[in-house]
Nanobody, 126 residues
Framework: QVQLTESGGGLVQPGGSLRLSCAAS????????MSWFRQAPGKEREFVAG????????HYADSGKNRFTFSKDKSRDTVYLQMTNLQPEDTAVYYC???????????????????WGQGTQVTVSS
């Protein structure tokens, strides 16, 4: 079992920044992929960014390229999503997820993930 707890969401003005955190506990293995997804009201859950816990390339959705940065601190069992230049269309509930041994394109499919956090709300509004 893997437990995931997100934090760091909130209300921010357009152009602002936020850093989301996802603390993992339980059994974590190098072959797990850790990813961020988001879901806006009335829309499907969509992939934002993700990377294998053990290392390697980080994958980003087009919506976050050059604005979002995925990182991880193995000493804290925590992954982060640094978001800059936030826009109203980034408003959503952001979720952290862990999936076993995923590769593209499955890495971007929420149905392939085994564990989810409870989500944290990000609202971008003036």
């Amino acid at each position: 079992q893997v437990q995931l707890t997100e934090s760091g969401g909130g209300l921010v003005q357009p152009g602002g920044s936020l850093r989301l955190s996802c603390a993992a506990s339980g059994r974590t293995y190098g072959t797990y992929v850790m990813s961020w997804f988001r879901q806006a009201p009335g829309k499907e859950r969509e992939f934002v960014a993700g990377s294998r816990w053990s290392g390697g390339a980080t994958h980003y959705a087009d919506s976050g390229k050059n604005r979002f940065t995925f990182s991880k601190d193995k000493s804290r069992d925590t992954v982060y999503l640094q978001m800059t230049n936030l826009q109203p269309e980034d408003t959503a509930v952001y979720y952290c997820a862990a999936g076993y041994n995923l590769r593209q394109p499955a890495l971007e499919d929420p149905d392939q993930y085994n564990y989810w956090g409870q989500g944290t709300q990000v609202t971008v509004s003036s």
